[in-house]
């Protein structure tokens, strides 16, 4: 059985930084590309970010290009978003997520609350 | 970026209702759409996929269909575990985008 297991969210200050990662298990984890989606209180769904299973391309939305890096250890089964430059409008729930097929993402993480404020 | 625009918003139906959401993108993305649902405070649910192919284990009374720029969601015969918020998403060009999502209610 797929799992995604989010950690590392919590409150910092505008200006900030802080590391996310995303452990998984049940799947052969370096075969497959991951993404980062995240959810503002209340509103919809953004794609953050994108990495390929060997991790040598990535891509991110431009709301977070230059300030967010999404990276992965093939050893540890885990996947990374670097959040720095952090923002009031970046709070939001950021879900790790399973690239499946052609682009759409079958297995999701429970999210973890990041939430940027003074 | 190519946007995905959902419509309607909202959308209040009754138990047994069939309901149609759409989702236009501004540029041809072929098929290569998602639909999701989410409730509130879980992870969104992979619906179809590839514009009109049901995921594993989906209730077939949810279908996809269109290509190019126009596509449509469909639930036949509503039941009370439907009520929830549907996204779709475009995966034919980075940055991948997700459409704003339409809230079904219950009438």
């Known amino acids: 059985e797929v799992q995604l297991v989010e950690s590392g969210g919590g409150l910092v200050q505008p200006g900030g930084s802080l590391r996310l990662s995303c452990a998984a298990s049940?799947?052969?984890?370096?075969?497959?590309?991951m993404t980062w989606v995240r959810q503002a209180p209340g509103k919809g769904l953004e794609w953050v970010s994108e990495?390929?299973?060997?991790?040598?391309?990535?891509h991110h939305a431009d709301s977070v290009k230059g300030r967010f890096t999404i990276s992965r250890d093939n050893s540890k089964d885990t996947l990374y978003l670097q959040m720095d430059g952090l923002r009031a409008e970046d709070t939001a729930v950021y879900y790790c997520?399973?690239?499946?097929?052609?682009?759409?993402?079958?297995?999701w993480g429970q999210g973890t609350l990041v939430t940027v404020s003074s | 970026d190519i946007q995905m625009t959902q419509s309607p918003s909202t959308l209040s139906a009754s138990v047994g209702d069939r309901v149609t959401i759409t989702c236009r993108a501004n540029?041809?993305?072929?098929?290569?759409l998602a639909w999701y649902q989410q409730k509130p405070g879980k992870a969104p649910k992979l619906l179809i996929f590839d514009a009109s192919s049901l995921e594993s284990g989906v209730p077939s009374r949810f279908s996809g269909s269109g290509s190019g720029t126009e596509f449509t969601l469909t639930i036949n015969s509503l039941q009370p575990d439907d009520f929830a918020t549907y996204y779709c998403q475009q995966y034919s060009s980075y940055s991948y985008t997700f459409g704003q999502g339409t809230k079904l209610e219950i009438k």
């Open positions: 049940g799947f052969t984890f370096k075969s497959y590309a």
């Open positions: 997520a399973k690239y499946y097929g052609s682009g759409s993402y079958k297995s």
């Open positions: 990495i390929t299973g060997s991790g040598s391309s990535t």
């Open positions: 540029q041809s993305i072929r098929s290569w």
